[in-house]
Each structure stands twice: as C-alpha cells, then as structure tokens.
C-alpha cells in the first residue's frame, strides 16, 4: 500500500508541542507553526479539515481541545492522513484514557514516544490496531 510509505513533513499537538520531520531553524519553526496555528483557529467548526498553504496541504482535527496537525506533500492523500491522525488520537485514548490538552501537556515525553511508535521518520510503521500494542 502507497500510504503506509507515507511521508509527513510536521506532526503539530498543540501550539507547543510539535514535531518536525525536515530540518529547519528554530526561527523559521516558530513563524511556521505560528502561522498554521492562527490560520487553523481562525476557521469555523464546521469548515474543512484540508488547507493547502504554501506549497503543502495542512490536513487538521480537533478532538477534546487538541488540535492536531499534519502537513504533507502535494501529491499525499489528504483522507489517508485525516486517518492517520485519527489512529493516533485512538493510541492518545488507549493509553490516557480520554486523552486532553493536560495529558500532552504533563506527558509530551509519552505522546512522542506514542507517535514515534507509529511514525519512524515521518512514515507510517504500522495501521493495524491489533498489533500497536502501548505497556
């Protein structure tokens, strides 16, 4: 499957809590996940969860106050992304419970571990729930 290779460029949790998969200045990731960050809070809840900026498409999804963000090449698919995300989020549940903005706050440590399990360099390592196991 094409989406398991998939390469993503930034993984955002929280305005704070945010993970890079290409090199750049601490400068220029924070005018980055600046920007992002208000253009995502700017729109409407019932608005589209794709944004295309700059030269990336910014696929987000906002569960219990966390906006999670991810921005992925052109040609990348926006649903299989919306669904990665969407795993993740059932990896933060499974291990907090009802993950919230705190757990990511007091736990990013775990949350990165989490997606580092998942992610390895920005691509996918694995989908099925069965075998994504958190002790």
Not at 35 to 41: C, D, F, K, P, S
Not at 82 to 97: N, P
Not at 104 to 132: C, P, R
Request: glycine share 4%; charged share 30%; hydrophobic share 40%.
């Amino acid at each position: 499957r094409e989406w398991v290779r998939k390469h993503l460029k930034l993984w955002i949790l929280s305005y704070t809590y945010y993970k890079w998969y290409i090199p750049l200045s601490d400068k220029e990731k924070e005018k980055i996940t600046r920007e992002l960050v208000q253009t995502i809070l700017a729109q409407k809840p019932k608005m589209c969860s794709f944004l295309e900026w700059l030269d990336l498409k910014i696929v987000h999804k906002r569960h219990a106050g966390l906006y999670i963000c991810c921005a992925i090449e052109d040609q990348d698919n926006e649903l299989i992304t919306l669904e990665i995300i969407h795993r993740y989020v059932e990896l933060l549940d499974k291990y907090f419970g009802s993950v919230c903005e705190l757990d990511i706050i007091f736990n990013f440590e775990k949350a990165y571990f989490i997606l580092d399990e998942f992610l390895l360099g920005g691509k996918v390592q694995g989908t099925s729930k069965k075998k994504t196991s958190l002790k």
